[in-house]
T-cell receptor, first 113, second 115 residues
């Protein structure tokens, strides 16, 4: 039973480009969460999605960031016009339901040059 | 105020000895969950142990146990018989049922096991 999959594992972008991060939840999980980890810090919640719906986006920056979890396919975290401050590790987690434990993917390390 | 506080940036422990990693939390929600995750140098986040706010007994998972003191709002992780592979960052996290089930993470403790 595969765990949470994230790709790419590493992503390098120049300032102003777009970054697309993908997350495939564990089989049977329909709840997906995105977190950001800045160097030397803990994870910070960004957004919580359930199939086709954004449930809580209180941790998402108001501009340039968006997330989706379509009916078919992985969840996508999209960062437009990246800046150096977006450099971080982005983790996706999934759970069976709201109340269940969240299991994390290996993360995508974004470096903005 | 910080939801999760981990006051030990770095800890050292001798192989085969036990070590306690501290975690305190702040919530007014009567229903919450406490979690510990391990992040080795490879970067992935590995779930270790869970304690629910209504659980009467401390959670245990193999060599991991959670010392849950509700009145003091602490949820310390105890690792017994440390192994070299336990060297990693350890994060304490909390989920408040009343706030959409997002996780709040502490800043982590870096544990180094000395042979």
């Amino acid at each position: 039973n595969a765990g949470v999959m994230q790709n790419p594992r590493h992503l390098v972008r120049r300032r102003g480009q777009e970054a697309r991060l993908r997350c495939s939840p564990m089989k049977g999980h329909s709840h997906v969460y995105w977190y950001r980890q800045l160097p030397e810090e803990g994870l910070k919640f960004m957004v919580y999605l359930q199939k086709e719906n954004i449930i809580d986006e209180s941790g998402m920056p108001k501009e340039r960031f968006s997330a989706e979890f379509p009916k078919e396919g992985p969840s996508i975290l999209r960062i437009q016009q990246v800046v150096r401050g977006d450099s971080a590790a982005y983790f996706c987690a999934s759970s069976l339901s709201q109340e269940e434990t969240q299991y994390f993917g290996p993360g995508t390390r974004l470096l903005v040059l | 105020a910080q939801k999760i506080t981990q006051t030990q940036p770095g800890m050292f422990v001798q192989e085969k000895e036990a070590v306690t990693l501290d975690c305190t939390y702040d919530t007014s929600d009567p229903s919450y969950g406490l979690f510990w995750y391990k992040q080795p140098s490879s970067g992935e986040m590995i779930f270790l142990i869970y304690q629910g706010s209504y659980d009467q007994q401390n959670a245990t998972e193999g060599r991991y146990s959670l010392n849950f003191q509700k009145a003091r709002k602490s949820a310390n992780l105890v690792i017994s018989a440390s192994q070299l592979g336990d060297s990693a960052m350890y994060f304490c996290a909390m989920r408040e049922v009343g706030s959409g089930n997002q996780f709040y993470f502490g800043t982590g403790t870096s544990l180094t096991v000395i042979p």
